[in-house]
């Protein structure tokens, strides 16, 4: 019954949802990138369609199809993932930033490939803009929710990303747990809210971390309209 009635409880709603890691180009063949597979964000995205949501993904590069019902937007550095979110930010009754935004890119982009000459090469890079921090400034109703995927310390980090940021929900993640993490299909997350309450889900499938997101964001919207 519980399934039934969350059936199509985001109808209505608009969702932005990021996926997937930014690469940052070095030269026209090379890019710093991450190990992030897209597999939270598209899972988020497929689950949010299937409430009945209008469902904007934004992707880095990611080996996934788009899920069934969802406009895809598919973007490959920092810089083009914030103007893509931040084009649709007024317009959107959520967020969920599940992308692996590269916190810095190259300083200049060489415009040849780089060729193999002393025995070491230094690359300088410069910050990227926190996509995540800018929305929570901006933010007016839309409700926020973030990503940490920490190897150590991750309540500590988490919890200071959470207020940093202005959001309504943080998804905490120990990468370093077996069944945790980047490129697999499970993932075990703590749920903290901004009220400071912890919610610890046990190894789950993305899937299953998706609806339970869902069911608290839906939550959320209930109690704010
Ligand atoms: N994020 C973002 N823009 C960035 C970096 C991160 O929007 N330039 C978002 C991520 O999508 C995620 C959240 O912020 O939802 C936390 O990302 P994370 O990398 O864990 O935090 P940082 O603030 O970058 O801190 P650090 O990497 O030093 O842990
Ligand atoms: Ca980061």
Avoid: W
Wanted: aromatic letters at 4%.
């Amino acid at each position: 019954a519980a399934l039934l009635q969350n059936c199509q409880n985001l109808r209505g709603r608009r969702i932005l949802i990021t996926a997937a890691g930014t690469r940052e180009a070095i030269d026209p063949v090379r890019y710093i990138g991450n190990r992030s597979s897209g597999k939270m964000g598209y899972a988020l995205a497929g689950a949010a369609a299937g409430r009945g949501a209008e469902v904007i993904l934004i992707s880095g590069p990611a080996n996934l199809p788009a899920p069934p019902g969802v406009s895809i937007t598919r973007v490959e550095t920092a810089a083009q993932m914030q103007a893509a979110v931040l084009a649709e930010f007024d317009t959107v009754d959520i967020v969920i930033k599940a992308a692996a935004v590269a916190d810095y890119r190259p300083e200049l982009v060489a415009d040849q490939k780089i060729k193999k000459t002393g025995n070491t090469l230094t690359i300088n890079l410069v910050k990227n803009p926190d996509i995540l921090f800018e929305l929570g400034q901006r933010k007016k109703q839309q409700i926020l929710v973030g990503f940490a995927a920490e190897t150590k310390d991750l309540m500590i980090h988490a919890r200071e990303k959470l207020t940093k940021k202005n959001l309504d929900m943080i998804v905490a993640n120990d990468i370093t747990l077996p069944g945790a993490g980047f490129n697999i299909d499970t993932n075990i997350v703590k749920i903290i809210h901004k009220d400071g309450a912890v919610e610890e889900l046990p190894q789950l499938s993305k899937q299953q971390v998706a609806e339970i997101l869902l069911d608290k964001i839906s939550t959320l919207l209930t109690k704010s309209t």
